[in-house]
């Protein structure tokens, strides 16, 4: 898995789980994924060491893989969003679309 398929489940995974984290973890998380800070950034907003931060980092990437491993949400997400671009794919017929529409706003 390259980095910007890291960045990516990470952020997926953040969109379903990220309120399981403590407020720390969360916001570690989002500044360095989604913010793109480098962990000595953060480190000096938070006033700890670099390394504190790449503990909490990994701690709670642990976690979030945890939860997944459990739940499944984001595995089941990607499943019904294939699905949805398979049955567009073989059938026109417009009497379906407002059903997958449907179904893609459950996500």
Same mark, same amino acid.
């Given at each position: ?7 990516l ?5 953040l ?7 403590t407020d720390?973890? !969360?916001?570690?998380?989002q500044l360095?994924?989604?913010?793109? !800070? ?5 480190a ?19 976690l979030l893989?945890?939860?997944e ?11 019904r969003? %294939?699905?949805? !671009? ?10 379906? %679309? ?10």
């Amino acid at each position: 898995m390259d980095d910007f398929e890291k960045t990516l489940r990470i952020n997926l995974l953040l969109d379903f789980y990220g309120n399981l984290l403590t407020d720390k973890q !969360l916001e570690a998380l989002q500044l360095y994924f989604r913010e793109d !800070l480098s962990l000595q950034e953060i480190a000096s907003i938070h006033q700890v060491s670099r390394n504190a931060v790449y503990d909490t980092i990994q701690k709670a990437i642990k976690l979030l893989e945890t939860y997944e491993s459990k739940l499944q949400l984001l595995t089941k997400f990607e499943k019904r969003k %294939e699905i949805i !671009l398979r049955i567009r794919e073989v059938n026109s017929d417009e009497r379906i %679309e407002p059903y997958l529409k449907e179904l893609e706003q459950l996500d």
